[in-house]
């Protein structure tokens, strides 16, 4: 019941569209049969599978690597890991093309220690690769929830019986974790079709670019379009959970079996294999986190020498900084927890209970991740001004925490189903029998073991939302800056070393709360 | 840690979380104060704060400002329709208030205010008025190229000289903007040979005027068709590391215009005289001059002279030709470049 409700208000930016293709004068039906519409819905396709595809494979590797092996510095890559996922699009891709372009600072770096970096990054290449580092933390960090939380008995049992680290890893290991991978790698999906910053950065004609280009002068095609990527969505979202349920089965019946509790720390010994291993987290690291981050470091300082001396000074001041800062904070982490708290029955009807219903819900509540944030926030006015006594909340704090939580409860979603799905159904009968009520079971047995999981997922709602922009700056109580806004304003005013210094304070501002938030608490179980 | 006080911990800090959110929206949620004005802004609050803040320093009255980008937030208000909090928009072009014009939404300013600039700057039926300009230009590397190589009419860019040099932003709304005049001006059939003699020129798509001052820089390409503003943005930021200049085409001719930033006020505002009394003030000398000698536009309050750094004053101005439906011109416009192909060079 719950469960369907929290759906209804997450069909709330669905619906928006649906009403208003219903009243424009584009059919997405007949659109569908014009090459204006068919090359960039094919080219969004093609750049969506191969960047799920991309960052399944590097997420699950990064995640394997630094829970379950000896790798030298493991707790402090499991920090860094995931924050590529901060940079917000449109940021991480300028920074990533300037750096690495001739006269950029990581490319002339580089060539002094005589390598060649000139990359013409554009098109499916480079949207490709851009949206891989920038997205893989999507499956990492469900998939590195999962490995904390699995029982080690049978990975130790084959290794002891001679198979080798490979063989376990994709007999034992790749079977517990495939739903995590597929969670993951459809987030990556959703989130490349909606996206909208780096394609538009590469030049690389989508359909999110194909809807915010017309959206004003022709809004009528630009709605029809957006049902047909919402359609897209669903249907992807309806095969992933088709799919997944029937591999799910094999890993179930492991997990079923295993002893819960059994939480000794698994390594396996790089040996031979340490530098390569050490060689490629740091060499994702230092593409996707590091290098957007020198250029900007390079941007910021350069801004600060002339300030210094005697130049244009910074045009910064602790205003900018200090209030956003703390509005970041606070936002991400409410929308954090209320998001998770709000998909925990959805999950659970969509885990425990194989109806109809509950593929309809999770298709509804997944899918929505697809719409882009503009129309997330467009929807929620359009709802509280015409069609609900709730006026009066317009630009308010409830309705932007809403629209978040609208637009990114499907992080959330995918993560807690796959943590009450790791709940053993024998755990919660023997609790039953032994007298304990329906709330003292989530809170003392179930909540206890979900919790790397869920904290997973409040991880990715916290980071998405701390650099959200079109929702904030529509939604938002009016006067409502957070460090994304800020950096956004700069940019577009084309103040680069004030944009730089403040993307640098969000991205250490994420890494602390990355470390206090995720990391320590799924690490407390160990 | 035992499990309890993790979970009696989460319960905890949830229903902290919620009293909060409560507490703030009931906060913000009173309104309407006589004293104060809402803004929707489309110009960054970097460039436009500091005239805010002499507004509410000079007059005592609160400006609350909503940022955004120009189009999102004339969607927003056609959204709002009538319940609209906004009593004053100001945009970075004439299209988006153009299109809430032709909702109906925007209401008929003062006289004054509209006689502070020339016809040519403000809408036939009074309701937006320009405040600042920038150029269209040349932009191009000054390592590469040689200033008396520099073109003097944009039809020039389909020559050989340029082939495979020039850098268009196709899907940005300040080259529709110039777009959709030099196609009223010159009719379709011209435009669209231009635009499809740039593709067969092999002239490349980029997306920001931004990224084209960037790419031209550092010599990824050498010409491109941008706003004057960024450059000049860009050689404050970077000094004499900054390897591009604009250029601007010869008077008369097609490739410069002025694109200007408008300013509305909304029809179901309650407070339209103090609103018309920000566009007064957004118009005065003081601020004219702040916008030409800080923010690098080009002032259009009569009277008041563009700083000297600028390039000449390009003749014409997106105002001085009156649409009479602007939505269906810009869908055209769109329509245009699309079958062109710029956006897949």
Redo the contacts between chains.
Sequence with gaps: MVAVLVAAAFALPGGYVAWRVIGGTESPLALLTSP?TLSPLWRTVQLAVLVSASAAVLGTALAWVTTRTDLIGRRFWRVVVPLPLVYPSFVGA?AFI?GL????IVHDLAADLGFDLTM?LHGLTGAWLVLTLFTYPYVYLPVAARLASLPTAFEENARLLGDRPARVFSRVVLPQIGSSVAAGSLLVFLYTVSDFGAV??M?F?TLT?TIF???????DRSFALALLLLVLALVVVAAERTITRAGARRGALLTSDATVGDRRALTVPLGRWAAPATGLVAGVVGLALVSPAISLAD?GL??WM?SRRG??PL?LDWDDVLAPTWNTV?IG??TA??AV?VVLPVAYLTTRHRSRLGGAVNAVVVAGFAIPG?VV??SL??WT??ASPF????????VL?FAYVVHFGAQAVRTAQVAVDAVPARMEDAARLLGAGRLRRL??VE??LM?PGLAAGAGLVMLSTMKEL?AT??AS???FRTLA?QVW??Y???????MAILALILLAISALMTWLLVVRRSD?LR | ?N??S???R?VR??AA??I???L??SA??CGGDPDSL?VYSGR????IGPIFEAFTAETGIAL??????S??????LA???D?S?ADVFLSRSP??AG?LDDLGMLSELDNDVLDRVATGDRSPDGTWVGFAGRGRVLVYNIDEVATGDLPDSVFDLTGPEYAGRVAVPG?NSSFQDWFTLFRLRNGDDVAIEWLDAMVTNDSR????N??IV?AV????IQFGLVNH??NF??V????DAQRSANHGFAAGDDGGLMIIATATVIDSSEEKDTANRLLTHILSDAQQAYLTNKVYEYPLALGVMPADVLPPVPADRVGAVEIDD??AE??RT?EII?ASGI??Q
């Design positions: 204006r300028a300037s372009s001739p006269g950029g013409r538009h950065l030049r004609e670019q280009r017309t959206r004003l002068f022709d809004r941007w350069f801004g002339r130049g244009a045009r606070w982490v409410t927890v209320i708290a503009l926030a467009l006015v359009f001004m015409h006026d009066f909340l317009i630009g308010s704090m409830p925490v809170a003392t909540l206890p919790l079109p700056l529509l109580p009016i006067g806004t304003g700069t577009e005013a084309l103040f680069l070393p004030e407390h | 840690m499990t309890r993790i979970s009696s989460l800090s949830a979380v919620l909060l959110v409560v703030t929206a913000t949620a809402t960054s609050e970097k460039l609350d400002v909503r940022y955004g980008s189009n999102d937030l004339a969607l927003l959204e709002e329709g319940k909090p299209g988006p299109y899907s798509f980029y997306p920001k931004g990224a960037e820089g550092r010599n990824e503003y960024y943005q860009k404050v930021a970077n000094g602007v939505a810009f869908t769109i699309e956006l897949d």
